[in-house]
Protein backbone atom coordinates (compact mmCIF):
# COMPACT_ATOMS: atom_id res chain seq x y z
CA UNK A 1 0.00 0.00 0.00
CA UNK A 2 1.41 3.07 -1.07
CA UNK A 3 2.32 5.71 1.32
CA UNK A 4 0.00 9.50 -0.29
CA UNK A 5 2.36 11.72 -0.85
CA UNK A 6 -0.10 14.34 0.86
CA UNK A 7 2.17 14.50 4.30
CA UNK A 8 0.15 17.77 6.25
CA UNK A 9 2.43 17.07 9.37
CA UNK A 10 6.15 15.75 10.17
CA UNK A 11 6.30 12.34 11.76
CA UNK A 12 2.61 11.00 10.32
CA UNK A 13 2.78 7.13 11.50
CA UNK A 14 3.03 5.36 7.81
CA UNK A 15 0.24 3.28 7.25
CA UNK A 16 -2.20 2.16 4.77
CA UNK A 17 -4.86 3.41 7.49
CA UNK A 18 -2.88 6.49 8.61
CA UNK A 19 -1.98 8.22 5.37
CA UNK A 20 -3.42 12.37 5.60
CA UNK A 21 -5.14 11.84 2.93
CA UNK A 22 -7.43 8.58 3.39
CA UNK A 23 -7.85 9.69 7.03
CA UNK A 24 -8.95 12.70 6.52
CA UNK A 25 -11.31 11.64 3.35
CA UNK A 26 -12.26 8.89 4.67
CA UNK A 27 -11.26 8.41 8.42
CA UNK A 28 -12.96 4.84 8.76
CA UNK A 29 -11.10 4.28 12.06
CA UNK A 30 -12.07 7.47 12.96
CA UNK A 31 -8.61 9.09 14.42
CA UNK A 32 -6.04 11.48 13.28
CA UNK A 33 -3.34 9.68 13.27
CA UNK A 34 -0.95 12.68 12.19
CA UNK A 35 -0.68 14.18 15.97
CA UNK A 36 -1.18 10.51 17.12
CA UNK A 37 -5.15 10.51 18.34
CA UNK A 38 -6.39 7.12 18.49
CA UNK A 39 -9.79 6.79 18.59
CA UNK A 40 -11.47 5.73 22.24
CA UNK A 41 -13.08 2.17 21.96
CA UNK A 42 -16.28 1.89 23.72
CA UNK A 43 -16.69 -1.61 23.27
CA UNK A 44 -17.47 -3.51 26.68
CA UNK A 45 -15.17 -5.72 27.87
CA UNK A 46 -15.09 -8.45 30.70
CA UNK A 47 -14.55 -7.59 34.69
CA UNK A 48 -11.11 -7.62 34.37
CA UNK A 49 -10.94 -4.93 31.68
CA UNK A 50 -7.55 -6.32 30.42
CA UNK A 51 -6.00 -6.69 26.83
CA UNK A 52 -5.54 -10.39 26.38
CA UNK A 53 -8.98 -13.02 25.62
CA UNK A 54 -11.43 -12.59 28.92
CA UNK A 55 -14.72 -13.45 27.38
CA UNK A 56 -16.26 -10.01 26.03
CA UNK A 57 -20.09 -9.10 25.09
CA UNK A 58 -19.14 -9.37 21.18
CA UNK A 59 -18.04 -13.26 22.26
CA UNK A 60 -20.62 -14.12 23.52
CA UNK A 61 -22.73 -12.57 20.97
CA UNK A 62 -21.01 -14.58 18.63
CA UNK A 63 -21.07 -17.99 20.16
CA UNK A 64 -17.41 -18.28 21.02
CA UNK A 65 -15.95 -19.77 23.68
CA UNK A 66 -16.16 -18.41 27.06
CA UNK A 67 -12.43 -17.15 28.16
CA UNK A 68 -11.66 -20.63 26.92
CA UNK A 69 -8.60 -19.31 25.07
CA UNK A 70 -5.99 -17.67 27.26
CA UNK A 71 -3.07 -15.47 26.24
CA UNK A 72 0.01 -17.31 24.62
CA UNK A 73 -2.50 -20.55 24.73
CA UNK A 74 -2.81 -22.65 20.84
CA UNK A 75 -5.39 -22.13 19.07
CA UNK A 76 -8.11 -24.50 19.13
CA UNK A 77 -9.44 -26.43 15.52
CA UNK A 78 -12.42 -24.33 14.58
CA UNK A 79 -15.74 -26.06 12.49
CA UNK A 80 -15.05 -24.25 9.29
CA UNK A 81 -13.06 -26.21 6.90
CA UNK A 82 -14.67 -24.80 3.59
CA UNK A 83 -11.99 -24.26 1.33
CA UNK A 84 -14.29 -22.51 -1.71
CA UNK A 85 -14.38 -19.00 -2.23
CA UNK A 86 -17.19 -17.30 -0.66
CA UNK A 87 -19.64 -15.92 -3.12
CA UNK A 88 -22.42 -14.64 -0.95
CA UNK A 89 -21.85 -13.23 2.32
CA UNK A 90 -20.88 -15.45 4.99
CA UNK A 91 -23.35 -17.15 6.67
CA UNK A 92 -23.82 -17.27 10.28
CA UNK A 93 -21.64 -13.77 11.15
CA UNK A 94 -22.50 -11.72 14.33
CA UNK A 95 -21.52 -7.97 13.77
CA UNK A 96 -20.69 -6.17 16.87
CA UNK A 97 -19.46 -2.67 17.18
CA UNK A 98 -16.17 -1.93 18.05
CA UNK A 99 -16.13 1.42 19.12
CA UNK A 100 -17.84 3.02 16.05
CA UNK A 101 -16.68 0.33 13.82
CA UNK A 102 -19.44 -2.64 13.22
CA UNK A 103 -16.93 -5.92 13.04
CA UNK A 104 -17.51 -9.37 12.12
CA UNK A 105 -16.95 -12.70 14.46
CA UNK A 106 -18.55 -16.64 13.62
CA UNK A 107 -18.76 -19.51 16.27
CA UNK A 108 -17.55 -21.54 13.05
CA UNK A 109 -14.87 -19.37 11.82
CA UNK A 110 -13.38 -17.36 14.20
CA UNK A 111 -12.01 -15.48 16.32
CA UNK A 112 -11.77 -18.08 19.13
CA UNK A 113 -10.67 -15.49 21.59
CA UNK A 114 -11.85 -12.15 21.77
CA UNK A 115 -10.55 -9.56 24.36
CA UNK A 116 -10.80 -5.89 24.66
CA UNK A 117 -8.11 -6.05 21.99
CA UNK A 118 -7.21 -8.95 20.65
CA UNK A 119 -9.35 -11.22 18.79
CA UNK A 120 -7.40 -13.94 17.78
CA UNK A 121 -7.77 -17.68 16.36
CA UNK A 122 -9.09 -18.12 12.92
CA UNK A 123 -9.79 -20.88 10.73
CA UNK A 124 -7.32 -21.87 8.15
CA UNK A 125 -10.14 -21.31 5.68
CA UNK A 126 -11.13 -17.92 3.19
CA UNK A 127 -14.15 -17.07 5.62
CA UNK A 128 -11.29 -17.42 8.35
CA UNK A 129 -8.82 -15.14 6.52
CA UNK A 130 -12.17 -12.82 5.75
CA UNK A 131 -12.57 -12.30 9.33
CA UNK A 132 -9.01 -11.92 10.41
CA UNK A 133 -7.92 -8.86 7.96
CA UNK A 134 -11.63 -6.92 8.67
CA UNK A 135 -10.89 -7.60 12.86
CA UNK A 136 -7.16 -7.23 12.99
CA UNK A 137 -6.85 -4.11 10.24
CA UNK A 138 -9.18 -2.44 13.13
CA UNK A 139 -8.01 -3.48 16.31
CA UNK A 140 -4.04 -2.63 15.31
CA UNK A 141 -4.99 1.00 14.94
CA UNK A 142 -7.42 1.46 17.47
CA UNK A 143 -7.28 -0.73 20.21
CA UNK A 144 -6.20 0.68 23.24
CA UNK A 145 -2.86 -1.44 24.03
CA UNK A 146 -2.41 -1.32 19.95
CA UNK A 147 1.07 -1.94 20.20
CA UNK A 148 0.50 -5.56 21.37
CA UNK A 149 -2.03 -6.64 18.50
CA UNK A 150 0.58 -5.06 15.90
CA UNK A 151 3.08 -6.83 17.59
CA UNK A 152 1.14 -10.20 18.11
CA UNK A 153 -0.98 -9.83 14.89
CA UNK A 154 1.05 -8.29 12.18
CA UNK A 155 4.27 -8.65 10.15
CA UNK A 156 6.36 -7.90 7.70
CA UNK A 157 8.86 -5.29 6.80
CA UNK A 158 6.79 -2.30 7.06
CA UNK A 159 5.50 -3.40 10.66
CA UNK A 160 8.88 -1.76 12.85
CA UNK A 161 8.57 1.50 11.57
CA UNK A 162 4.78 1.60 11.64
CA UNK A 163 5.52 1.60 15.49
CA UNK A 164 8.24 3.19 15.63
CA UNK A 165 6.82 6.07 14.00
CA UNK A 166 3.22 5.94 15.81
CA UNK A 167 5.11 5.62 19.09
CA UNK A 168 7.06 9.21 18.50
CA UNK A 169 4.14 10.70 17.57
CA UNK A 170 1.82 9.65 20.43
CA UNK A 171 4.64 10.69 22.76
CA UNK A 172 5.01 14.54 20.58
CA UNK A 173 1.11 15.39 20.55
CA UNK A 174 -0.18 18.35 21.87
CA UNK A 175 -4.08 18.58 20.70
CA UNK A 176 -6.25 16.44 20.21
CA UNK A 177 -8.32 16.01 16.54
CA UNK A 178 -12.01 15.63 15.82
CA UNK A 179 -11.85 12.15 15.41
CA UNK A 180 -13.19 12.37 11.38
CA UNK A 181 -15.82 10.22 10.44
CA UNK A 182 -16.01 6.69 10.80
CA UNK A 183 -16.54 3.72 7.72
CA UNK A 184 -17.83 0.71 7.73
CA UNK A 185 -17.38 -2.84 6.16
CA UNK A 186 -19.59 -2.86 2.71
CA UNK A 187 -18.44 -5.10 0.65
CA UNK A 188 -15.41 -7.87 -0.24
CA UNK A 189 -13.60 -10.01 -2.80
CA UNK A 190 -10.39 -12.13 -2.99
CA UNK A 191 -7.73 -11.38 -5.52
CA UNK A 192 -5.50 -14.73 -4.20
CA UNK A 193 -6.31 -17.53 -1.77
CA UNK A 194 -3.86 -20.36 -1.00
CA UNK A 195 -2.49 -22.25 2.45
CA UNK A 196 -0.70 -19.36 3.28
CA UNK A 197 -1.65 -16.32 2.42
CA UNK A 198 -5.18 -14.33 1.19
CA UNK A 199 -5.24 -11.12 -0.73
CA UNK A 200 -8.69 -9.51 -0.04
CA UNK A 201 -10.19 -6.42 -1.00
CA UNK A 202 -12.25 -4.22 1.52
CA UNK A 203 -14.94 -1.54 0.24
CA UNK A 204 -15.39 0.70 2.94
CA UNK A 205 -18.05 3.11 2.95
CA UNK A 206 -18.56 6.89 5.22
CA UNK A 207 -21.02 8.58 6.09
CA UNK A 208 -20.73 10.70 2.80
CA UNK A 209 -21.42 7.78 0.99
CA UNK A 210 -18.26 7.67 -0.08
CA UNK A 211 -16.71 4.50 -0.88
CA UNK A 212 -13.06 3.23 -1.04
CA UNK A 213 -11.57 -0.34 -1.06
CA UNK A 214 -8.40 -1.31 0.70
CA UNK A 215 -6.10 -4.19 -0.22
CA UNK A 216 -4.55 -6.64 2.34
CA UNK A 217 -2.63 -9.34 2.87
CA UNK A 218 -3.41 -11.93 5.85
CA UNK A 219 -0.50 -14.82 6.15
CA UNK A 220 -0.98 -18.14 8.16
CA UNK A 221 1.64 -18.08 10.37
CA UNK A 222 2.33 -20.37 13.84
CA UNK A 223 -1.64 -21.35 13.83
CA UNK A 224 -3.08 -18.30 12.80
CA UNK A 225 -3.86 -15.54 10.20
CA UNK A 226 -1.44 -12.48 10.24
CA UNK A 227 -2.32 -9.39 9.25
CA UNK A 228 0.92 -7.89 6.74
CA UNK A 229 2.41 -4.64 6.73
CA UNK A 230 4.60 -3.95 3.77
CA UNK A 231 6.98 -1.79 3.57
CA UNK A 232 5.38 0.39 0.58
CA UNK A 233 1.63 -0.15 1.45
CA UNK A 234 -0.56 0.68 -1.43
CA UNK A 235 -3.07 3.71 -0.99
CA UNK A 236 -6.93 2.52 -0.80
CA UNK A 237 -8.39 3.34 -4.22
CA UNK A 238 -11.95 5.36 -4.64
CA UNK A 239 -14.93 2.71 -6.04
CA UNK A 240 -18.58 3.71 -7.49
CA UNK A 241 -20.42 0.60 -6.40
CA UNK A 242 -19.98 -2.53 -5.32
CA UNK A 243 -20.17 -4.13 -8.76
CA UNK A 244 -17.70 -6.82 -8.54
CA UNK A 245 -17.46 -7.47 -5.13
CA UNK A 246 -19.46 -9.10 -2.37
CA UNK A 247 -22.07 -6.80 -0.38
CA UNK A 248 -21.18 -7.70 2.92
CA UNK A 249 -21.77 -5.44 6.10
CA UNK A 250 -23.19 -5.12 9.41
CA UNK A 251 -24.31 -1.64 9.56
Not at 6 to 22: I, K, Q, Y
Not at 61 to 86: F, H, I, K, R, Y
Not at 227 to 234: K, M, Q, R, V
Amino acid sequence: MAESGDRAVVGEPRSPWLSTGFVLAAAFIGFIAVIGTVLAVTSDTSASGGSGTAETPAARAAGLPSGSVTDGAACPELADNEQDLPTSAPADVTWTLYGSVALPSSKEAGPAAAGKDVARCYAHTPVGALLATSQISVRYLAADDWLKVTRTQTVGAGRDAYITDRTEAEETATSAGDGGSHGQIAGFRFVTYNDTTAVIQTVWRFPDGQMQAATTTVLWQDGDWRLEYPADPADPAPVDSLAGYTQWGGV
